[in-house]
């Protein structure tokens, strides 16, 4: 089976949260691959035990570490608890993060009722014996005005009929893996 990539990032405030998020979630995330800004993921590895591929610190180029790696079709799911509370100097750099983790249509929880969302389909998707209920794996074709070239149409495997049957929108597609270096 697949093992998912999912990035987590924290802003100071909501490390705390985080931790404590990783832990209630520790079997599930043990089978997946996990990365991390460099200060979010020490913290997790030392609380938890989880094991976490950890990238430089947030305001010193983490961010668009992650952010690379999602636009090179690296990351499946992006963990980022953001504070909409407090400035923070690489304020660019998280835009940029929640830019292109948007565009490529990669699963993005920013806070915790929705990471508890995203895990709870991950969680589905493995124990069910019907797998076109969450695709996992099936990139939605992206359709922005003007862009088809940058985005050529990407087939789902969902079959239609099932995704009609079901009224499941490309959008419940996980892990839409991207063109990589389409810009
Ligand atoms: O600043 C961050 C995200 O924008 C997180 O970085 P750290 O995990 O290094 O604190």
């Known amino acids: 089976m697949h093992r998912h990539k999912i990035a987590l990032v924290a802003h100071d405030n909501l490390k705390p949260a985080l931790i404590q998020w990783s832990k209630a979630n520790y079997p599930i995330l043990a089978e997946c691959a996990l990365f991390a800004t460099g200060t979010t993921g020490r913290l997790i590895t030392e609380q938890t035990g989880l094991e976490v591929t950890c990238l430089l610190s947030g305001p010193l180029g983490g961010d668009q570490q992650i952010g690379a790696r999602i636009s090179e079709g690296l990351i499946d799911i992006l963990i980022f608890f953001w504070d909409p509370m407090t400035p923070v100097p690489h304020d660019a750099d998280v835009k ?63 079959p239609l009929a099932a995704r009609n049957k079901y009224q499941i929108p490309p959008i419940m597609s996980i892990n839409a893996a991207p063109q990589p270096n389409v810009y």
Do not use: E, H
């Open 96 to 158: 940029a993060l929640l830019r292109i983790a948007t565009l490529l249509n990669i699963p993005m929880a920013n806070n915790q009722s929705t990471a508890d969302c995203v895990l709870a389909m991950l969680r589905l998707s493995k124990i069910d014996t019907q797998p076109w209920i969450v695709n996992f794996n099936a990139p939605p074709p992206l359709n922005y005005t003007g862009k088809a070239k940058q985005f050529p149409n990407r087939s789902s495997s969902l």
